[in-house]
């Protein structure tokens, strides 16, 4: 089973590239938290969000609950970005994306 | 800020010694979690808890145990340790959900432990 689609699985960007991460699910959530991994670190969380829009500097995420799709974009890429991102439905549990692995060249 | 402190970054074990990956948040979250990171694979839940002495089975269990006996830590047992279960072992912990409850809220991470077993 997969419960959750993240697309692409992996992304070059040159620097200052706009850049869009996908995540559709199947399960029925109540939140969806963008997470953010970089080579060798842990996980922190970018975003929680239940409908909407949210934004945080060059980062924006959108969620469409009726259709199961969430959106991260990033405006201005720079190589610090360069990290897997991860999209984390939630519900009565976290579902997680396998990551979208992002490598921004300068 | 919250944070989730896991005791080792990196461990070497052989086959068949057994392991404890201690995990310490200092929130007063109820719920933690245990999960594995493996490539390709990404999260797998391991166990999680959502109070003191209470565990519940993740989607992974087998080979591993859980310890909840204060809130603030959670610990990871591997009783007998082998080669399949070298990964990276995330803990987490997470605020209430929106509905309450047992509803998984803001997710907080340690760093991770890096587990070798030779």
């Known amino acids: 089973k997969n419960e959750v689609e993240q697309s692409p699985q992996n992304l070059t960007a040159q620097e200052g590239e706009f850049i869009t991460i996908n995540c559709s699910y199947s399960v029925g959530i109540s939140a969806l938290h963008w997470l953010q991994q970089h080579p060798g670190g842990g996980i922190v969380s970018l975003f929680m969000l239940s409908s909407g829009k949210k934004k945080h500097g060059r980062l924006i995420a959108t969620i469409n609950i009726q259709e199961k799709h969430s959106s991260l974009h990033i405006t201005a890429s720079h190589p610090r970005d360069s990290a897997v991102y991860i999209c984390?439905?939630?519900?009565?549990?976290?579902?997680f994306g396998t990551g979208t692995s992002l490598t921004v060249i300068p | 800020d919250v944070k989730v402190t896991q005791s080792s970054r990196y461990l070497v074990k052989r086959t068949g010694e057994k392991v404890f990956l201690e995990c310490v948040q200092d929130?007063?979250?109820?719920?933690m979690f245990w999960y594995r990171q493996d490539p390709g694979l990404g999260l797998r839940l391991i166990y999680f808890?959502?109070?003191?002495?209470?565990?519940e089975k993740g989607d992974i269990p087998e080979g591993y145990s859980v310890s909840r006996e204060k809130k603030e830590r959670f610990s990871l047992i591997l009783e007998s340790a082998s080669t399949n279960q070298t990964s990276m072992y995330l803990c987490?912990?997470?605020?209430?959900?929106?509905?309450?409850?047992?509803?998984?809220?803001?997710?907080?991470f340690g760093e991770g432990s890096r587990l070798t077993v030779l």
């Open positions: 808890s959502y109070d003191v002495k209470m565990k």
């Open positions: 987490a912990s997470s605020t209430p959900g929106l509905a309450g409850g047992r509803n998984t809220g803001e997710l907080f």
């Open positions: 929130m007063d979250h109820e719920n």
């Open positions: 984390a439905p939630t519900g009565n549990q976290f579902y």
